[in-house]
């Protein structure tokens, strides 16, 4: 869908909100699309439906337990499938979640998205919005007008948690199937299943019990975290181009200056195991690397686990590729030198 003038939301009128009750904490909903927002012909239905069909007003009022827990205000920032969000949307989304979060009146912020690119735009909100309030990312797995749909409790979940006071202090935080996840280290890992978000060597940091969140540890943030102060650039210009590209055997040796001619300014790789490449694809990815000297980030094609020591790059640690291209983007944006993008990927 075409990209739309943004709204710059800022009237806090009682009206914005769906209900108000002025002894509850105010929330705002921000929904960008997704299978949460998708609608099918009939409640049987689980694919094929059309995935950011619903507004955000239809979705508050299927959940009309939201109004005992906090007065919600439902902005629409887009409605697409979240194969469709850009650093454009998550750019106005960091600048609006930011100015709603130092208004004292507000205790959270909440983000409906799709699952398919949830764990980027949790990440790139994680890194550019400076608050202790919690800002939680809700998605679904079937469409709201599927049997047992999981878009309404997953919502009700996100907004108690964005209320909860041992939220604060956390970060961006997942919300799917009950369970609590770190925006920096929770991926989508099963195309279909309800119970698709983990973090398989991090762990979760909590859980939903009678639709309550229960944190297992104090509020803490993940080693390596790094602000981004995006607030005043503006969002319409789209961040630097960078691109992902996948190791195999018999991996074309062209792919790397391929990326390149095509307008990337900078590369990440999902290698083989810590980070590898096939021999002939290495000697043609050092060439690219020291003649264009942009920066080229390793990570893992396999779904797990920690990649250093690949001299000819610059090592992504625990992040996998689609973090590691949006931690990147974000360096790229901010002017860093490959050494100081050095120096936040590697710990
Ligand atoms: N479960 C989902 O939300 C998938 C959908 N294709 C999306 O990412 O927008």
Redesign the pocket.
């Known amino acids: 869908s075409p990209l739309i003038q943004l709204p710059h939301i800022v009237p806090r009128a009682v009206e914005d909100f769906e209900c108000f009750n002025a002894s509850l904490p105010n929330i705002t909903i921000y929904a960008t699309?997704?299978?949460?927002a998708?609608s099918a012909g009939s409640a049987d239905q689980t694919t094929g439906y059309q995935?950011?069909a619903l507004g955000i007003k239809t979705l508050i009022e299927a959940v009309p337990q939201l109004c005992n827990v906090s007065n919600v205000r439902g902005i629409q920032i887009v409605n697409v499938?979240?194969?469709d969000i850009n650093s454009t949307i998550l750019t106005n989304l960091t600048q609006n979640i930011q100015k709603d979060l130092d208004n004292p009146l507000i205790q959270g912020a909440v983000v409906t998205h799709?699952?398919?690119?949830?764990e980027e735009s949790a990440f790139f909100l994680d890194l550019t919005i400076a608050s202790e309030k919690p800002v939680v990312v809700v998605?679904?797995?079937r469409p709201a007008t599927a049997l047992s749909a999981d878009g309404p409790i997953n919502l009700l979940s996100a907004v108690k948690l964005a209320v909860n006071k041992n939220a604060k202090g956390r970060g961006t935080m997942i919300v799917l199937n009950d369970r609590i996840a770190s925006a920096r280290f929770t991926v989508k890992t099963n195309a279909n299943a309800v119970d698709t978000f983990k973090a398989e060597e991090q762990g979760f940091l909590g859980v939903f019990e009678d639709i309550n969140p229960l944190f297992f540890y104090p509020p803490s943030r993940p080693l390596g975290h790094r602000y981004f102060n995006i607030t005043s650039r503006p969002f319409q210009t789209p961040m630097p181009k960078v691109d992902v590209l996948y190791g195999h055997q018999e991996v074309s040796p062209e792919i790397f200056q391929a990326a390149v001619d095509n307008g990337a300014k900078g590369i990440v790789l999902a290698g083989l195991g810590a980070g590898y490449w096939p021999s002939v694809a290495l000697k043609s990815l050092e060439a690219v690397v020291n003649k264009t000297g942009i920066p080229v980030v390793a990570s893992r094609r396999t779904a797990w686990g920690y990649v250093e020591g690949q001299e000819w790059g610059i090592n992504a640690g625990f992040l996998n590729p689609s973090k590691s291209r949006i931690q990147l983007q974000l360096a790229l944006e901010n002017k860093l030198s490959n050494q100081e993008i050095r120096s936040i990927f590697e710990l």
């Open positions: 699309g997704g299978t949460i998708g995935s950011g499938d979240s194969g799709g699952t398919d690119t949830l998605g679904s797995m």
